[in-house]
């Protein structure tokens, strides 16, 4: 049984309408695609729908992988790059925003196709990692994506704690993420936490109107301080 190929398809980081942040070829592979494996349906049928397929959303097959997603269903989800008669199937990959498999359960889907011999086909799209680092004027040579620090206060600041001396170490910049909600709450643990001489980046909506890449000491953060509000957000720090 021959198998179809796995497209990662970037989607936009916020409301863009798709051809202002999206490349034109990435748009037209989405017309040959009739099978998605998605985070949520609903968001997906709308970047879809808004991206050139209006009109022909009922005609695609849809399958959800999200944080609630079982390995054995993601096993299951390797049945889609095949069609009923043994035809290769190819399969388009889409997260809520940005690069699918980064930072998103999507990855336990490619690394699926990879142990089954399926190829994995990566499209070019907005990362806001990248958009915060080249925007950010720190170590651009050598940088860390930490995910998710801890949630709870005292876990937070200590693994803030870590990442300074990590930076400092290596002089890398360390790249991280925090749900919306807390992202004030973040802010205001960075700046009792790090060195004063730290530089620290926040940026906000990134490619949306109201976009802020702000790079400051942490004194000089002190002195001037940004509510960040419920909005996407990346920390990037850099220490001495």
């Known amino acids: 049984m021959a198998n179809g190929r796995l497209f990662l398809i970037p989607s936009p980081l916020g409301d863009n309408a798709p051809a202002e942040v999206i490349p034109g070829p990435v748009l037209e592979r989405l017309s040959t695609i009739k099978r ?5 349906t609903r968001t997906a ?34 049945e889609m790059f095949s069609g009923p008669d043994g035809e290769p199937t190819d399969v388009g990959l889409i997260s809520e925003a940005g690069l699918p498999a980064v930072a998103d359960p999507g990855a336990l889907l ?3 196709c990879h142990r089954h ?11 806001s990692l990248m ?22 206060p005292e876990e937070r600041k200590k693994a803030i704690r870590e990442v300074e001396k990590d930076s ?12 919306p909600y807390r992202n004030d709450s973040m ?8 060195q004063p001489s730290t530089r620290l980046c926040v940026a ?37």
């Open 36 to 40: 998605y494996v998605v985070e949520e």
């Open 204 to 240: 906000v909506n990134i490619t949306q109107p109201d976009e802020t890449i702000l790079t400051r000491t942490v004194k000089e953060w002190k002195s001037s301080p940004l509510t960040i509000g419920k909005r996407p957000c990346v920390f990037l720090v850099l220490a001495k």
């Open 110 to 112: 490619v690394e699926a």
């Open 45 to 78: 049928r709308r970047y879809l729908s808004a991206a050139g397929l209006k009109g022909h959303i009922g005609e695609l097959e849809f399958r959800e992988l999200n944080e609630h997603t079982r390995p054995e269903e993601v096993e299951s989800l390797l």
């Open 187 to 194: 802010m205001s643990d960075l700046l009792a936490t790090l």
């Open 117 to 127: 011999g399926i190829q994995v086909v990566p499209l070019v799209g907005p990362s």
């Open 168 to 179: 400092a170490r290596i002089r890398q910049t360390e790249i991280f993420i925090e749900t």
């Open 131 to 152: 958009l915060a680092l080249m925007g950010s004027g720190l170590n651009g040579q050598s940088f860390a994506f930490r995910g998710y620090l801890p949630a709870k």
